[in-house]
């Protein structure tokens, strides 16, 4: 059964700077990776307004933010994560990056959007990593930290 999720959950990639999301940053439940210069910080929460635990629909929120620092201009072109489910199900999410002048980052810059996803379990991991294009020719694999999304209200969790 799917369950629709209102669009204003969702924001499109934006360049911007913290100040934006001075709150949001300010939240402890932050999950932080770096590898080839470029920072990767995802900040999930927990979407009450949308979860059904007895019928065994759990919603979360996460923010996610993007900064290079490599001393080249990168191009976001496409996420593979990886759901590790407390059921021992993997779910995958192979999906592009829709392609726009906000998906190039240049030296210094950062890139934010936010979105969510409703799972039948209440303990999950997420895993996986962004393909990056560092120039016409080369393309990389970026790791994302790997976080956790778990039911506040429940007692048992794998995380």
Same mark, same amino acid.
Not at 41 to 46: D, L, S, T
Not at 57 to 76: A, K, L, M, Q, T
Not at 100 to 128: F, H, M, Q, R
């Given at each position: 059964?799917?369950?629709?999720?209102?669009p204003l959950l969702f924001s499109s990639i934006t360049k911007t700077d913290k100040?934006?999301?001075?709150?949001?940053?300010?939240?402890?439940? +932050?999950?932080?990776?770096?590898?080839?210069?470029?920072?990767?910080?995802?900040y999930p929460f927990w979407l009450e307004e949308y979860s059904f635990p007895r019928r065994s629909i759990y919603s979360w929120?996460?923010?996610?933010?993007?900064?290079?620092?490599?001393?080249?201009?990168?191009?976001?072109?496409?996420?593979?994560?990886?759901?590790?489910?407390?059921?021992?199900?993997?779910?995958?999410?192979?999906?592009?990056?829709?392609?726009?002048?906000?998906?190039?980052?240049? +030296?210094?810059?950062?890139?934010?959007?936010?979105?969510?996803?409703?799972?039948?379990?209440?303990?999950?991991?997420?895993?996986?990593?962004?393909?990056?294009?560092?120039?016409?020719?080369?393309?990389?694999?970026?790791?994302?930290?790997?976080?956790?999304?778990?039911?506040?209200?429940?007692?048992?969790?794998?995380?």
């Amino acid at each position: 059964m799917q369950y629709h999720i209102p669009p204003l959950l969702f924001s499109s990639i934006t360049k911007t700077d913290k100040r934006q999301y001075q709150d949001l940053l300010q939240n402890p439940c +932050v999950f932080e990776a770096q590898s080839h210069h470029i920072h990767i910080a995802i900040y999930p929460f927990w979407l009450e307004e949308y979860s059904f635990p007895r019928r065994s629909i759990y919603s979360w929120g996460y923010h996610v933010r993007i900064e290079n620092h490599n001393p080249n201009p990168i191009s976001i072109l496409k996420k593979n994560w990886n759901i590790i489910q407390s059921n021992n199900h993997i779910k995958t999410i192979n999906t592009p990056i829709i392609a726009d002048d906000d998906a190039l980052l240049n +030296v210094g810059e950062a890139c934010d959007y936010t979105s969510c996803i409703t799972l039948d379990t209440p303990s999950n991991i997420i895993k996986g990593y962004y393909i990056i294009s560092k120039d016409t020719e080369q393309t990389i694999n970026i790791d994302i930290p790997s976080f956790t999304l778990d039911n506040p209200h429940e007692l048992f969790s794998i995380n």
